[in-house]
C-alpha cells in the first residue's frame, strides 16, 4: 500500500470521526471533514504547506459553524449549555430543595445543585445558608459555586379580597 499524504489525512479523518463518538460536541467531526477534504488537497498534488493551510481553513469555517449553527438544532429545546454562570438565570425563581446525601440546601439550575446563601442585603434572613426544602427565591448571581439568592415575595393568595366596602 501506497502512503502518500491523501491516504494519511484520510486516517487523520477517520480517527477524528470515530473519537466524535465520545463528545458528541461536533468539533471532533468538523475537524474530520476538514481533514476529509485537506485528503482532496493532497490528493491533487499540493504540497504540505498548502495542505495545512488547507486545513487550517477548513477548520476555521466548519468548527463555528459545526458549533453555532449544527449542534443547536440537535440540543433538547430550553437547554442552553455553557450559560451556566453568564448572568442568564438574574432574576429566576427557584424553589429550594434538599440534597439526598448531606441534607444541604439549594438549588437546581440547568440540571445542576448548587448550594444557597441568602444575600447580605436580605435583612433577617442575610449570610443563611439553611433555608426550608420548598422556599422560593430568586438567584442573584454566583460567589464560586455558591449560588446567591434573595428571599422570593410570597405570591399573593388568590382567593384572598382584595375590596372594600
Known amino acids: 500500500m501506497d ?5 494519511i489525512w484520510l486516517i487523520v ?4 470521526g470515530l473519537a466524535e463518538l465520545t463528545t458528541g ?11 476529509a477534504l485537506t485528503a482532496a488537497l493532497a490528493g491533487l498534488g499540493l504540497s504540505l504547506p498548502w495542505q495545512l493551510l488547507g486545513m487550517g ?4 469555517v466548519l468548527v463555528p459553524l459545526a458549533v453555532w449553527v449544527i449542534r443547536p438544532r440537535f440540543s433538547p429545546r430550553g437547554v442552553a449549555y455553557g450559560t451556566t454562570g453568564t448572568g442568564v438565570e438574574k ?3 427557584y424553589m429550594t430543595l434538599r440534597r439526598d446525601f448531606d441534607g444541604a440546601s ?6 445542576d445543585f448548587y448550594r444557597l446563601r441568602v444575600a447580605a442585603d436580605a435583612g433577617e434572613r442575610s449570610g443563611e445558608t439553611d433555608l426550608p426544602a420548598g422556599t422560593r427565591v430568586v438567584f442573584q448571581t454566583f460567589d464560586g459555586t455558591t449560588a446567591i439568592v434573595h428571599l422570593a ?7 384572598a379580597s382584595h375590596h372594600t366596602e
Open 3 to 7: 502512503w502518500n499524504p491523501a491516504v
Open 13 to 16: 479523518a477517520l480517527l477524528l
Open 25 to 35: 460536541g461536533l468539533v471532533l467531526l468538523a475537524l474530520g471533514i476538514a481533514a
Open 57 to 60: 481553513l477548513f477548520s476555521g
Open 91 to 93: 432574576g429566576r425563581t
Open 106 to 111: 439549594g438549588i437546581k439550575i440547568n440540571g
Open 153 to 159: 415575595h410570597p405570591a399573593p393568595d388568590p382567593r
